[in-house]
T-cell receptor, first 115, second 111 residues
Framework: EPEVTQTPSHQVTQMGQEVILRCVPISNHLYFYWYRQILGQKVEFLVSFYNNEISEKSEIFDDQFSVERPDGSNFTLKIRSTKLEDSAMYFC?????????????FGEGSRLTVL | QKEVEQNSGPLSVPEGAIASLNCTYSDRGSQSFFWYRQYSGKSPELIMFIYSNGDKEDGRFTAQLNKASQYVSLLIRDSQPSDSATYLCAVLDNAGNMLTFGGGTRLMVKP
């Protein structure tokens, strides 16, 4: 069964360092998302991406964050200068039809720990 | 600020009972509503979605929507220990671009 894959599963970094989280969405999907979940808290929307551009972003997604689909298969989230409060599980998700059906397929997540 | 509220629980029910999970939302313009299940340390997985007022059934699960009261619920019949998880309510904004999640209700089904 097709699945969304994310790497790394866990990354530990020092505050101020750049981090890139990678995702391979399901191959025929057109809509891509990043969400994050701080331990014990809500799943929070970061950004949605369609047709090679950002379609929506939340207040969390400030200038420190960027997304890219560099090669037609990978979908990356870059955090330029990590802060302690960026420590969270980051989930990539993809969908074939947008959010209308809610049929988002989530990856298993990348846990980011900022020291 | 669009809010989605859920009782954090835990909600404890015996095996075989009906579990009732509730959710309220603040954005009256919301059109689509979703229930996800999240096992500890895992990613959310979609259980079902509902657009129209009333009930929608899928196996042991029934979603109920009341847009006038801005209220959506999930009933799980014949609860099983494997249903023990956190259930996340999610609401789609009117533009269809952003899914806002509630904090989740932890369900515990006791054998």
């Amino acid at each position: 069964e097709p699945e969304v894959t994310q790497t790394p599963s866990h990354q530990v970094t020092q505050m101020g360092q750049e981090v890139i989280l990678r995702c391979v969405p399901i191959s025929n999907h057109l809509y891509f998302y990043w969400y994050r979940q701080i331990l014990g808290q809500k799943v929070e929307f970061l950004v949605s991406f369609y047709n090679n551009e950002i379609s929506e972003k939340s207040e969390i997604f400030d200038d420190q964050f960027s997304v890219e689909r560099p090669d037609g298969s990978n979908f990356t989230l870059k955090i330029r200068s990590t802060k302690l409060e960026d420590s969270a599980m980051y989930f990539c998700a993809s969908g074939s039809q947008g959010l209308g059906t809610g049929e988002l397929f989530f990856g298993e997540g990348s846990r980011l720990t900022v020291l | 600020q669009k809010e989605v509220e859920q009782n954090s629980g835990p909600l404890s029910v015996p095996e075989g009972a009906i579990a009732s999970l509730n959710c309220t939302y603040s954005d009256r313009g919301s059109q689509s509503f979703f229930w996800y299940r999240q096992y500890s340390g895992k990613s959310p997985e979609l259980i079902m979605f509902i657009y129209s007022n009333g009930d929608k059934e899928d196996g042991r699960f029934t979603a109920q929507l009341n847009k006038a009261s801005q209220y959506v619920s999930l009933l799980i019949r014949d609860s099983q220990p494997s249903d023990s998880a956190t259930y996340l309510c999610a609401v789609l904004d009117n533009a269809g671009n952003m899914l806002t999640f509630g904090g989740g209700t932890r369900l515990m089904v006791k054998p």
